[in-house]
């Protein structure tokens, strides 16, 4: 949906920013990470594991300052979020480490 918005409704703004490469890489990370943390919400039913709280965490809060930075940077024009963007992608790494580590134990 944030993706045919932007492609419609915000075409000319990124356009216009030359930006519009930036806004697609914040959809499919969010999109790609939206459903990894739908996954792990599914196994939390059926493996009960801390490291799947510290993944859903983690892809949650990269979610929101990888692709939010990314996002408010397109729009606005705030050149300084994209020196947190990087948080928001160790943050995606920790959530895939916690829950390929909560896979591992689980087996």
Not at 15 to 33: G, I, L, P
Not at 54 to 65: E, K, M, P, R, T
Not at 88 to 100: D, E, Q, S
């Amino acid at each position: 949906m944030i993706g045919a918005f932007g492609a419609h409704a915000l075409a000319p703004i990124l356009q216009a920013s030359n930006r519009t490469d930036t806004f697609e890489t914040a959809v499919k990370y969010q999109m790609y990470h939206t459903l990894a943390l739908l996954a792990v919400g599914l196994l939390l039913f059926r493996v009960e594991h801390p490291a799947l709280q510290v993944a859903a965490w983690a892809f949650f809060i990269g979610i929101l300052i990888f692709s939010g930075s990314l996002y408010t940077l397109c729009l606005t024009g705030i050149t300084w979020l994209g020196a947190i963007t990087p948080i928001g992608g160790t943050a995606l790494i920790v959530g895939w480490a916690a829950l390929f580590y909560a896979i591992v134990k689980a087996l």
